[in-house]
């Protein structure tokens, strides 16, 4: 019974809130897995965040960043946390991963394990990999509706809590010229995309991490300036909101990657990683060696 | 944007379809994310029904996930690296051309863009015996020039004319800021959607095809740190894995040589900043001439 106890209700209700899963039961494991919470995330990376040092289920985390900041090597440093087995000193959860930009190179993750795990056979790193998987979508028409067809999985995997969207902004031009003049029409798919995410995320208690690109330059207008200087950490880094405001909304971290040209220390990027709601800001910086992330 | 129609999936009637459109439901889209419960009231259409088609439209239109382990085999065996028959290129791009990503060659005019994409396609149908398909779009293309690179290779007239019809694995756009400018520039965004939808055939045809792409685009300054970057703006330069930036060198006496160094500014899997001479003047693959840097000429 999804419901516990047994209320008194209209017959109707009820027997719309049963067949809510579109006539699919849902088992006993099912229902304890998603009434307890995923897997926690604890300990992903205390470095990333600004508070609480790690990502609760439901927040949506997004990297933002010029090309080559190092956004992908930051993911498959995040990846290679999630799948590692708790031996190796992962946390052994499984990881949805949406490419909407032919970006993912399988082989370059291979190699992060492998150093991760020094003493690792070919058949260790296959169960690793078994705990990751990977869709391609090349339209945002496709990716609302891969969207829709991942809820079953969501539903059937209790160890499926992190997804991962590089990059949520891939679409953006095409939709822009497909939409005509309306604006609304130009985002349109975006924001059913954007409210489909909402109720994954709040259901199935879901994290995500999206990765959007800087294309457009910051507005050096004083209009648009001293709207944008509501959040303290906006002001110092080239970030200028292009997609829908319901993106804009849905987001609870935003963590700014840029890479520093002539750097005397070895590290070569940094990120600025703010908690939008409470305006809270952390700096630090990383390094890209052959076997990922360094802090 | 698919509209629903008769015979697009089993189970998905004429009727149907004309039920759900006094609905407001015309397309895919529409017919998934609506509440089958309200639609099979409304229309008085059987539940069980519309709940089929749905798993059935979802099965054709939505893209399906492939397990790490599972991609990791294909790729295994369908990945390969091409040379591209000069040692310090290879150096520079970690052993060569790999299949199922994008090199972007960017250099000021007259850098050696284009002889070094000729060297290169005459290098893998030489050597590596593997079809090249050689796109030019600033008519810099010389036959002439292919021809001496390939007699430098091969003696035998046979060898340097085989015609093979097959597969392609190497695919060269001479160059592809030359087509994208123009439409470039002003309030219009149609012409950086263009952009990005061939930015997406390009990645498509690589990955899907296993081919190697290499694109030729022009450099522009920084306005603000005045260092050389590609042409083509922001959401072009997310789109190659790997950049190369070649300019030209001097030669002793200040004269211009046929020397040209190539230096990499972006790489998925190397540090950048490694920087190698290529002779680009010469009949042989690229390589350094020994004893350049401090002769006379």
Known sequence: MRRGLPTPRPLTSAARAMSDGFGKAESGAQLLARLEGRSSLRNLEPYLFADEGFPIHGDVIEFHGPEGSGKTEMLYHLITRCILPKSGGGLEVEVMFIDTDYHFDVLRLVTILEHRLPQSTEETIKLCLGRLFLVNCNSSTQLLLTLYSLENMFCTRPSLC?????????????????????????????????????????????????????????????????????????????????????????????????????????????????????????????????????? | MVILQAGLCPGLTAEMIQLLKANGIRTVVDFISSDLE????????????????????????????????????????????????????????????????????????????????????????????????????????TASRLLQLVQSRTEEEEEQVVCSVGPVKLLVVDSVSAVVCPLLGGRQTDGLALMMQLARELKTLAREFGLATVVTNHVTRDSSSGHL??????????????????????????????????????????????????????????????GASGEEL
Not at chain 1, 220 to 243: M, T
Not at chain 2, 107 to 126: E, F, N, R
Not at chain 2, 271 to 277: C, K, L, M, R, Y
Request: aromatic residues 8%; positive net charge; hydrophobic residues 35%.
């Open chain 2, 229 to 290: 970057k590609p042409a083509l703006g922001r959401s072009w330069s997310f789109v190659p894995s790997t950049r190369v930036l070649l300019e030209s060198s001097q030669g002793p006496l200040g004269k211009a040589s046929t020397q040209c160094i190539a230096s990499l500014r972006k790489s998925p899997r190397q540090p950048t900043g490694i920087q190698v001479e290529l002779d680009i003047g010469g009949y042989e693959a690229l390589e350094e001439r020994p």
């Open chain 1, 162 to 295: 992190l997804l991962i969207l590089d990059s949520i902004s891939a679409f953006y031009w095409i939709d822009r010229s497909n939409g005509g003049e309306s604006y609304n029409m130009q985002e349109l798919n975006m924001k059913k995309c954007v409210k489909f995410l909402e109720k994954l995320v709040r259901e199935h208690h879901l994290a995500v991490f999206a990765t959007t690109q800087t294309i457009m330059q910051k507005s050096s207008s004083s209009a648009e300036s001293s709207f944008s200087l509501k959040h303290q950490c906006e002001a110092d880094v080239d970030y200028r909101p292009y997609l829908c405001k319901s993106w804009q909304q849905l987001v609870t971290h935003r963590i700014f990657f840029s890479k520093k040209c002539h750097s005397s220390n070895s590290k070569g990027f940094s990120i600025v990683s703010c908690h939008v709601k409470r305006n809270h800001v952390v700096k630090c910086s990383f390094s890209v060696a052959e076997c990922g992330v360094q802090f």
């Open chain 2, 38 to 141: 309200e639609i099979a009231q409304k229309c008085s259409l059987s539940y069980k029904a519309l709940v089929a088609v749905r798993r059935v439209l979802l099965a054709q239109f939505s893209a399906f996930p492939i397990n790490g382990a599972d991609l990791y085999e294909e790729l295994k065996s369908s990945m390969a690296i091409l040379s591209t028959g000069s040692k310090s290129l290879d150096k520079l791009l970690d052993s060569g051309l790999y299949t199922g990503e994008v090199l972007e060659l960017m250099g000021a005019p007259g850098s050696g863009k284009t002889q070094v994409c000729l060297s290169m396609a005459a290098s893998v149908s030489h050597s590596l015996k593997q079809n090249v398909l050689f796109i030019d779009s600033t008519g810099g293309f």
